[in-house]
C-alpha cells in the first residue's frame, strides 16, 4: 500500500507539479486548496505526510499547522513547509508553529522527493 500524502497548497500550478512529482514516485497524493481545507482533510485521511504551503487564503499555514498539530491523533504526522517564504528567520518560524521540516520554494523536484523519502520512505 502508497504511503499518502496531503499536500495542502492553494496554487494549482504547484499542486499539479507535486501531483505528477508523487504519483510517479509511487506515492498517493491528496489535495487540499487552503488551510482550513487542510486540518478537514488530515483528520479525514490521516496521512502519512503533509507537505503545507505557508501563504494561503482562508487559514494560512502556520495556523493549519498549529491545528493539526493541537489534534492528538494527528500530532505525530510529520508535516514540512513548503514555502516561497525564504527570509531570514521563516524557517524558525514555521517550527514554532509545528512543521517538522523545511523546503524553500523554488525547490528541485530531487529535493524535495530526497526530504520525503528521509521521513517517510
Known amino acids: 500500500m502508497s504511503k499518502k500524502i496531503l499536500v495542502v497548497e492553494d496554487t494549482e500550478d504547484n499542486r ?11 506515492y498517493e497524493m491528496i489535495e487540499a ?14 496521512p502519512d505526510l503533509i ?15 498549529r491545528r493539526i ?3 492528538p491523533e494527528l500530532r505525530t504526522i510529520p508535516v ?5 517564504y525564504a527570509l531570514s528567520g521563516d524557517e524558525a518560524r514555521t517550527r514554532e508553529a ?5 523546503i524553500a520554494k523554488p525547490y ?11 521521513i517517510i520512505g
Open 51 to 65: 507537505l503545507m504551503d505557508i501563504q494561503m487564503p482562508v487559514m494560512d499555514g502556520y495556523e493549519a499547522t
Open 98 to 102: 509545528g512543521c517538522d521540516a523545511y
Open 33 to 46: 486548496h487552503d488551510g482550513a481545507e487542510g486540518v478537514a482533510m488530515a483528520e479525514r485521511h490521516r
Open 16 to 26: 499539479q507539479i507535486l501531483r505528477d512529482l508523487l504519483d510517479m514516485a509511487g
Open 69 to 71: 498539530k493541537a489534534i
Open 108 to 118: 528541485s523536484p530531487r529535493q524535495l522527493l530526497a526530504k520525503v523519502r528521509e
Open 80 to 84: 514540512v513547509a513548503v514555502t516561497s
